[in-house]
């Protein structure tokens, strides 16, 4: 390809991008996200003067919200030039972030393939009716995809190009207090922010005491502690040590910065070589907590690569990751190592409440059968990766010199995480898309099955017939190729009743449109599930819902979601008047009473 071959295609796929992003659907989730992004934002003004974070009161809080905040903050500002809603602008920022996703696994593939087996593999990657559907709806799955493979690619790099800190321009007196004080720095910020939570008990303590009588420095400071709600100056004084606290670090900061820049240069480009690959990994942990999983590997190479040497920038890189994590996670702040402990340990066993339908049954989502995960993950991605991943697995055993990182990359990132998940048996619902992560080098080794056929006029056509299936079934779905099952349970029509389909509610939009253009001004709607994703309808409608106390006596129309059932057992005896399907399963209905 030319120099501008791919910016080109990149450019091409965007525009296409924006030309059908308003035709997906809000999800499920989408509102109360935004709503934890908000929080999270008002963090940033209520921290520094009070020291205190808005809390959802939920599981949100263990969510890192560095992204959904980022997205919020872009969809306000593309708003004035677009004029597009919203929830719209957040579905184009989605799927931008899924292509520079897939440039970056175009640009790891090109480490263990060749050119034209690395671009077939993108190609079936890319087009994966699951990927595409929801690169356009999910602030959550997709997202840490694009991420973790930026991590990935740009930690590679770092470690391919860099060089050991030159310390001989220092005299041994200077490089010892250099350390000193680098040692004295990193210590003392450190500490600080691990002992936020013990400070704030302590001055707990100071001010009830205070308040109860005893003299202590609080009962010096405030003269009016014994009738004031201590509360009062509880937030007051931690209030204070917050601000202080954020004085040191910045200041103390930028000190030793400029004692790098100006006593050793070299060292300062270092840590600046170094950041651009921490923060996305450290952006990456706080969107999934499972991020530091990029890291390792990140680590693994490094270490292969440079050998010790790797010990030292190894260590800038997760600091730096986890200064980044810290700053984007409002949540850690008061408590970082507390918080984060409790948000692994709420993330490896979600409390979700829902059930999960699988093969015709229902499910509690810790209580998934084993074969839940090796069953999606055939029948969910197009007929010929697992051939051609099976094919590449055999070729790069026999050939393992050749393969063999590649192999070793695929064990770590796919097979034993995938092992885990099913002897584990972890929480998972909404079939597999909190584990959309690992499925990377399975295309990779896919690729591998490219590279066996030599003539590149056969290898165009086999990577040609293989992308097929995905941009035929995805056209055929669209705007709803995140339901997308593959020709082995019958396609959407078999998993029907039996597989998850429309689980977050994209089709209500599509209701909505319907009602919008053939319902009589004034109609009383009840509207099952997701009520609030109607908002695209008309403002002269009269919508009830589960979620509200009140009913009307009657309803013009019932829009009803398939799945659990509710479009069968809501209103049963009710007129269906329209139906949203795609290739013979019912997504939504609307009914007249």
Not at 155 to 171: A, M, N, Q, W, Y
Not at 223 to 233: E, F, V
Not at 265 to 287: D, K, Q, R
Request: aromatic share 14%; charged share 15%.
């Amino acid at each position: 390809m030319t120099k501008y071959a791919k910016p080109a295609v990149f450019v091409l796929i965007a525009l296409l991008g924006l030309l059908v992003t308003r035709q997906f659907g809000e999800s499920w989730d989408e509102l109360k996200f935004y709503k934890y992004a908000d929080s999270a934002l008002e963090a940033y003004q209520t921290w520094p003067t009070t020291g205190a974070i808005p809390l959802t009161g939920n599981t949100y809080d263990n969510y890192g919200p560095a992204y959904v905040m980022a997205v919020a903050l872009g969809a306000r500002a593309l708003q004035p030039l677009l004029g597009w809603s919203i929830s719209d602008l957040r579905h184009l920022l989605y799927f931008f972030t899924y292509l520079a996703g897939i440039w970056a696994f175009h640009e790891l593939g090109k480490r263990w393939l060749s050119p034209m087996a690395a671009l077939g593999a993108t190609l079936l990657f890319a087009t994966q009716p699951l990927f595409v559907g929801h690169a356009f709806i999910s602030p959550k799955d997709i997202p840490f995809l694009a991420f973790f493979l930026l991590s990935l690619n740009f930690g590679l790099r770092l470690f391919d190009t860099l060089e050991p800190i030159p310390l001989s321009g220092l005299s041994p007196r200077s490089r010892r207090i250099l350390l000193t004080l680098t040692a004295l720095w990193l210590v003392s910020v450190i500490g600080l922010i691990a002992a936020t939570d013990a400070i704030h008990a302590l001055l707990t303590n100071m001010v009830q005491a205070a308040a109860a009588g005893e003299t202590n420095l609080i009962a010096r400071i405030a003269s009016d502690i014994h009738t004031a709600d201590p509360q009062i100056y509880i937030q007051k004084f931690f209030g204070l040590f917050v601000q202080l606290r954020a004085a040191y670090v910045i200041l103390s900061t930028i000190l030793i910065a400029f004692l790098y820049r100006r006593l050793l240069p070299a060292a300062f480009h270092f840590l600046l070589t170094i950041a651009p690959a921490a923060i996305l990994l450290g952006l990456t942990i706080c969107i999934r907590i499972l991020g530091p999983l990029a890291g390792l590997l990140v680590a693994l190479y490094a270490f292969h690569k440079k050998g010790k040497q790797a010990i030292t920038p190894l260590i800038v890189y997760a600091l730096i990751a986890l200064a980044a994590m810290y700053a984007t996670w409002p949540y850690l702040w008061p408590n970082p190592l507390g918080h984060l402990v409790e948000s692994v340990v709420v993330m490896a066993k979600y409390p979700w409440q829902g059930q999960v339908l699988f093969n015709g049954a229902l499910y509690a989502s810790t209580e998934l059968p084993r074969s839940y995960l090796p069953v999606l993950l055939g029948i969910q991605l197009t007929e010929p990766v697992w051939a051609l991943f099976f094919v590449g697995l055999a070729v790069a055993i026999v050939g393992l010199r050749e393969k063999r990182d590649l192999l070793i990359l695929t064990l770590i990132w796919f097979i034993l995480p995938t092992l885990g998940f099913i002897v584990a048996r972890s929480p998972l619902y909404d079939n597999f898309r909190q584990v959309f992560f690992i499925l990377p080098p399975v295309f990779w080794m896919a690729g591998v099955a490219f590279e066996r056929i030599k003539k590149p006029a056969l290898q165009i056509t086999l990577i040609v017939l293989c992308v097929l299936p995905g941009v035929v079934d995805g056209l055929r779905l669209h705007p709803y190729e995140y339901i997308y099952y593959n020709r082995f349970i019958g396609g959407v029509d078999g998993a029907f009743r039996k597989f998850e389909l429309d689980y977050w509610g994209t089709s209500y939009r599509e209701a909505s449109e319907w009602l919008n253009e053939n319902a009589p001004a004034g109609s009383v709607l009840w509207v099952d599930g997701p009520a609030h994703l109607m908002f695209y309808l008309r403002p002269d409608f009269k919508m009830y819902s589960a979620y509200e106390a009140e009913r009307a006596d009657h309803y013009d129309y019932v829009v009803s979601t398939s799945r659990y059932n509710l479009d069968q057992t809501s209103f049963p005896e009710a007129k269906v008047v329209h139906e949203i399907t795609r290739d013979g399963a019912v997504l939504t209905v609307i009914k007249q009473p």
